[in-house]
């Protein structure tokens, strides 16, 4: 089974410019999350979808960052304009069910660098 | 606000050794609690979950952890380590019940050395 596929792996943009992040979930996870990992902490939860729909963005910072998933299966993360502090692995994770008693699965990251 | 937190930033522990990562949270009901290890490079992999029933889970590679009511914790255990289990572990809460906005909250990580 594949699993979740993120590119690109690395970024390395100046700040002001714009950066978007490709998520692929496993095949049938109706549920994608993006976590923002940054150095020396834990993930912190931005947006969470079920099928295209948004379930929780209360932490997406809106005034920059946007996401969709618009037939329920890929999904981009977008950063405009970035900022030095938007430097992080941006993590993407998929479940099959509406429910955190599913395993998530996690992607590899991808790791930006805002210069 | 639900939070977590994980008390030792890194720990070492000679191969072989017995370990345990401290792990407590703060949440207004008794949360759905998991373990989650990342080495290098690599996405997060679940270890193990509680969600009710037996205080003590078992997970995988070994891992086990207890849930403590009294003390709101959920330390993660193993008996012998490997040198393969040097990596970074997060312990991470969600809302009981399951279904609509259940994004994990997570704590800082420990990282894990092995000495050996």
């Known amino acids: 089974e594949a699993g979740v596929a993120q590119s690109p792996r690395y970024k390395i943009i100046e700040k002001r410019q714009s950066v978007a992040f490709w998520c692929n979930p496993i095949?049938?996870?109706?549920?994608l999350y993006w976590y923002q990992q940054i150095l020396g902490q834990g993930p912190k939860l931005l947006i969470q979808?079920?099928?295209?729909?948004?379930?929780?963005d209360s932490q997406l910072p809106k005034d920059r960052f946007s996401a969709e998933r618009l037939k329920g299966v890929d999904s981009t993360l977008k950063i405009q304009p970035a900022k030095l502090e938007d430097s992080a692995v941006y993590l993407c994770?998929?479940?099959?069910?509406?429910?955190?008693?599913?395993?998530?699965?996690f992607g590899e990251g991808s790791r930006l660098t805002v210069l | 606000a639900q939070s977590v937190t994980q008390p030792d930033i890194h720990i070492t522990v000679s191969e072989g050794a017995s370990l345990e990562l401290r792990c407590n949270y703060s949440?207004?009901?008794?949360?759905?609690l998991f373990w989650y290890v990342q080495s290098p490079g690599q996405g997060l992999q679940l270890l193990l979950k509680?969600?009710?029933?037996?205080?003590l889970v078992q997970g995988i590679k070994g891992f086990e952890a207890e849930f403590k009511r009294s003390q709101s914790s959920f330390n993660l255990r193993k008996p012998s380590v490997h040198w393969s289990d040097a990596a970074e572990y997060f312990c991470?809460?969600?809302?009981?019940?399951?279904?609509?906005?259940?994004?994990?909250?997570f704590g800082k990580g420990t990282h894990l050395i092995i000495q050996p």
């Open positions: 994770a998929s479940s099959f069910r509406a429910s955190n008693t599913g395993e998530l699965f």
């Open positions: 095949s049938g996870h109706a549920t």
């Open positions: 979808f079920q099928n295209n729909g948004v379930v929780d």
């Open positions: 949440y207004g009901a008794t949360p759905y």
């Open positions: 509680y969600f009710s029933g037996d205080t």
């Open positions: 991470a809460v969600g809302p009981p019940g399951g279904g609509g906005a259940d994004g994990l909250t």
